[in-house]
């Protein structure tokens, strides 16, 4: 009864706050993307979409530093994406990203 009424709301509101986060971050207005720990692209908003003129589709899956990133930054990308990806933050990093 009471249990099962509980989890059903804070499962509920767990969507609604995935949803607006998943909302927020479609439609910054800053290019927005994620990778798993193996450097793959899992994240891509629409900003970065707007940017590179690549889809989510179309980087969803692939190794961001390795085809998306010019040559001679390719080293710093990676060692500032490692670390980022070990909680090490670095405040206002740019880089190229490759455009269509």
Do not use: M
């Amino acid at each position: 009864g009471q249990d099962i009424t509980e989890r059903k709301k804070a499962q509920g509101e767990l969507e609604r706050v995935a949803q607006d986060l998943r909302a927020l971050i479609d439609t910054a207005n800053a290019p927005i993307f994620g990778i798993d720990k193996f450097g793959l692209v899992n994240e891509w908003n629409n900003k970065a979409a707007d940017i590179t003129q690549f889809s989510p589709d179309e980087v969803k899956g692939k190794n961001l530093v390795e085809e998306f990133i010019t040559s001679e930054y390719k080293s710093v990308v990676k060692e500032v994406l490692d670390n980022a990806l070990r909680g090490k933050e670095a405040a206002n990093f740019e880089f190229p990203l490759f455009t269509k």
